[in-house]
């Protein structure tokens, strides 16, 4: 579990096909704090170390993961979120994240308000019926509150957020051009009760 609280951003360093793709990702972190098989959320896919270093991890992906996550994110020399799993008595200062990315959002614009930037971006119908206004969902591993939603004719969502300068510097959306992809991650609460709805909604 994570609370979509970043606390580190890490660089891809290297780039491997095998049978999995590996990744060598550098990072902050007291890597000796930091088991092998623990996990760490980047940019919200909650991946299993395998290898580490000093200042550096290593992390594999099925074709499945690289599949279900936002294109173009896993190139060499790429910035990533990072988060550590929670342990118990973490202050939870986000909201409860898996680190199961649920879809993909592409940013459609990025606007100054204020100090703040407000972005709007599109999720697929799949994801329309959990997202609400004041409801919390995860882009990129980051944990951010929903200001506005607008359905679409097509099914799909087009939801606002409010970025403070602070997120903005402490996470990779300090960069954000038009047709951004992200991951997304659906709050938990969200995920059950579609879940139980599309149950009872079955012919009996």
């Not at 991890?57 to 988060?83: C, I, K, M």
């Not at 402490?170 to 149950?199: C, H, K």
């Amino acid at each position: 579990m994570f609370t979509g609280i970043i606390t580190d951003i890490g660089t891809i360093r290297t780039h491997e096909q095998r049978g999995d793709l590996r990744l060598v990702i550098g990072c902050a972190y007291d890597m000796d704090s930091v088991a092998i098989g623990a996990s760490i959320a980047c940019s919200g896919a909650c991946l299993t170390v395998v290898e580490k270093g000093a200042d550096w991890f290593a992390v594999d992906l099925s074709a499945e993961t690289v599949a279900r996550t936002a294109p173009g994110l896993w190139v060499q020399g790429g910035p990533l979120n990072l988060e550590r799993a929670l342990k118990v008595g973490d202050e939870l200062g986000g909201h409860i994240v898996t680190g199961h990315v649920d879809g993909i959002g592409t940013l459609l614009s990025a606007t100054h308000e204020g100090d703040s930037t407000r972005l709007v971006i599109a999720a697929p119908a799949a994801l329309a019926p959990a997202l609400a206004a004041k409801g919390s969902i995860t882009v990129d591993g980051i944990s951010l509150t929903v200001n506005t939603v607008e359905d679409q004719a097509d099914g799909s969502v087009h939801f606002g957020l409010n970025i403070i300068p602070h997120t903005a510097a402490a996470t990779t959306l300090d960069s954000l051009l038009p047709g951004r992809a992200f991951n997304l991650e659906i709050d938990v609460l969200a995920r059950y009760l579609d879940r139980m709805q599309s149950l009872h909604s079955r012919p009996v």
